[in-house]
RNA sequence: GCCGAAGUGGCGGAAUGGCAGACGCGACGGACUCAAAAUCCGUUGAGGGCAACCUCAUGGGGGUUCGAGUCCCCCCUUCGGCACCA
């Protein structure tokens, strides 16, 4: 530290050179570059598992580097750098690492555009956007940075696709795939956005391919029942995720094929419904165009062509329906019918675009009395309607007079000896019926779908599988691994996996039989890769394994987590899911990932979300360079609370400069003196000024202590300093400390300021506060004026400062009196002064006595340390 | 349509059921300056009064309470999520 001391703009204690000592106004650029460099040379954020200190692992999501970050981008990561300098600061050991979100279809398509290897691409935009954080002085442990394009990582995430694939966690099957036609690559479910891709917006179309799957669905209602004790997540991504899960319990029931005699045949058609209740009402049976027995019944019909021709239809309108929101409801008669198990009548069977293949089991029956779309669709095709349930208070409307489905609970009717049970009542006597006659139970139904991880694109971790034509799918030996991504790949944009053209690649043997054997082309979706990466922090160069369980159990899970709420459903389920998947492999001891989620909101600039293509960007080393890292970052967190969208004004970043340069200009001169201003010594002599500033000093730590975490109130925080400024401020001129508003070099009395010893420990115990509480946010600033008051080891060794109560506690409070509610006057009070004085002193006040004299006192409410309440009569 | 969040000065925003508008931006005034910028000090919800003060005011309407921006009910608006899930 020593050899900074050289870089101050003049010389210690009083007097300069000629005697006369300058003022250096605020210039960020010089300071932040110093500190940056004390940072990365004294490695002062890499850390090391230290089981006698309370640890905190706080984490930004990291990045995808797609070039240049905008201020929207790095918002977060300021979030969670004023958490992570905040929690070094009172003593925890804080694992605070970024990393890099390093594959994916951007760097590919520049590849394809430019003729840029896609790892050349990235790796200098990962370059280029470490240095923005850099300078922005994110206080990150850089010795564990990552990047999933690299071996050391994908390796694993290979590792991990075989243990789940002993598991059965990993399986391959053909099935209908979302297919974006500009990216040419399969989707997940939650990667599609109302019909688009989640990341070009292409109208998605669907495919039928080979694909690997993820068994999420087995941990369903465990990831469900987990959200119940996430209870430092906001409400909001809880309900998505539990929305995304949509788990209902039904029925599933057997509906048997009848044959022309209307009897039933060995074959049934399963229905899936959460209304077994009014299973009486079920009057017909519409099935899903994707249906198994579609295919049958129309081979089946008078006209197999036209039969045929309508299905094909539906299933092409299904998809487009989907995507646009709104298609009309269609269905046509397949000319079969199926037995209701509890009527025992015979029911048409109706093809219905509207029902989706997907779910459940494809079939539905349809109660038109008491489902609005079944109404609808009945009345359409003038199929019947049969009421089976009546409201609690009053009789059924008749299917005759019906205008719309009578959906809610109620009471059964027509329905056997279930009739005249409330329908919840009757919905299990029914269920356990079917279960005892064998013709259907109790089951669970998720929207939930397995994860389809494959992507037929170059930019990813290679599926670590080989495919012989004797012993079939047979993973990679782990010492094998990793399956390095070939260098050498044509980009030509067109076709399936790239990886198919490179025969050195594909041509493998197979390492079971020895055989000839094909490799697998397809990479994994980039989720996967995003879905541990925070485990690997916590033992990031491990060479033998993903990561050693003793220390990720030191660290993980991470205490606070930060990022966008775009990632509520996709990544944040995904993590989720793999750490249950750690957990029953034994490597990490809890369920959950994320202790803490805040999910910060975005950057708008002329009510816009930042973007490239919008011109719109707001670019953070421009700012740097006008304003400093310090006054950037401050500005951001000051401008609104973290979880809420911000609309970026110049004018708002321009008022933190001052606010800093304020500081500054106070604390700089001063700085020599106060770092040999005397301890606090006895406050009983001090002045009521320096009493008052050392009160505020104390509720100003308190203040942000509290604001700061668990509450995150970011804003609020700086407001507390700024007051704190402004007091001193007014204490330097009222007190001769300093004179507010001096120029430059001016009067040399302001910078050895002829004040009693106890104007110097009052005026210093706040500014040494100020410049620990201000660390945080502006940290640069913070450091050089720590270092400027006399201090060695930076700002961290200090430590947080700590509030005494006592102190804080003003020693005389003004409480208001309210009359019938309103305030009619202020009484000044001891603190802890008793009701009786309270009393008395409200009821004294002149201001109070015009409204309270010549009428009856119905009461005094007396809330302590509050306000006194009385309630008059008359 | 369903679920959720939110509506407070000119603007961003503050406020455990207890003095609404902290703090900042902008605006206006003053000091400093030959002048400007910068800086420092002040004023700044609306209306009334010479004044101490008074009245109104947190999207609208009701309610609970001594007391409501905050809690409850209804409505309006905005923003997010889900959206034929049987």
Redesign the pocket.
Known sequence: MGRHASTSTRPRGRGGILGLPTVADYSPQSIENKWQQWWTETGAFEVTEDPSRPSFYCLEMFAYPSGRAHVGHVRNYMIGDVVARLKRMQGANVLHPFGWDAFGLPAENAAIKNGLHPETWTLENIAYMKGQLQRLGISYAWGRELATCLPDYYQWNQWLFIRMFERGLAYRRRSTVNWCPLDLTVLANEQV?DGACWRCGTQVTSRELEQWFLRITQYADELLDGAARLTEWP??VL??QR??I?R?E?VQARFPIADDEGRATAEAIEI????IDTIYGATFVLI?PEHEQVERFGAESDDPTTFRRQAERFRQQ?RL??MS???A?EGFDTGRRVLNPFTGETVPVWVA????GG??T?A??AVPAH?Q?DFEFARTHALPVQVVVAPADGPAVPAESMTEAFTEHGVSVDSDEFSGLPTAEAWERMAASAAARGVGQKTV?Y?LKDWGVSRQRYWGTPIPMIHCPSCGVVPVPDDQLPVVLPRVVEFSGKGESPLALVPEFVNVSCPRCGGAARRETDTMDTFFDSSWYFYRFTDAHNRTQAFDPARCNYWAPVDFYSGG?EHA?LHLIYSRFFARVFRDLGMVAHDEPFTRLLTQGMVLKDGQVMSKSKGNVVDPDEMIARYGADALRLYVM????PE????W?D??L???F??L??VW?MVEPLAPVLGVAPAVGDVATWSEAERALRRKTHQTVARLTDDLYPRV?L??A??GL??LV?EL??FG?QTGLFK??R?AAEDEATLTPDVPPSTLAAGCEAIEALVRLLSPFAPHMAEELWERLGHTGGIVAAGWPVSDPDVARDDAL???V?V?????G?IVVPVGASDQVLHAAALADP?VRTHTDGKTIA?V?I?PG??V?I?VKG
Request: charged fraction near 30%.
């Open positions: 956005i409400e909001k309900t998505m929305n995304w949509g209902s039904g899936f419904t959460t209304r899903a299904d329906g989907r929101g709104e298609v409801r675009n509207f029902v989706l779910y459940g494809g539905i029956m489902d779309r139904q929207r709420v459903i000051f401008v609104a609370p809420k969208e911000v609309e004004t004018s708002g321009e008022g933190s001052r606010f340069t304020r200009r109130h804003n609020t700086i407001s700024m007051e402004n401020y007014a001129d507010p508003g120029r003004t409480l208001p309210q019938n509610g309103k305030v009619r202020r201001g009461k409410i809330a509050r306000l309440s309630v």
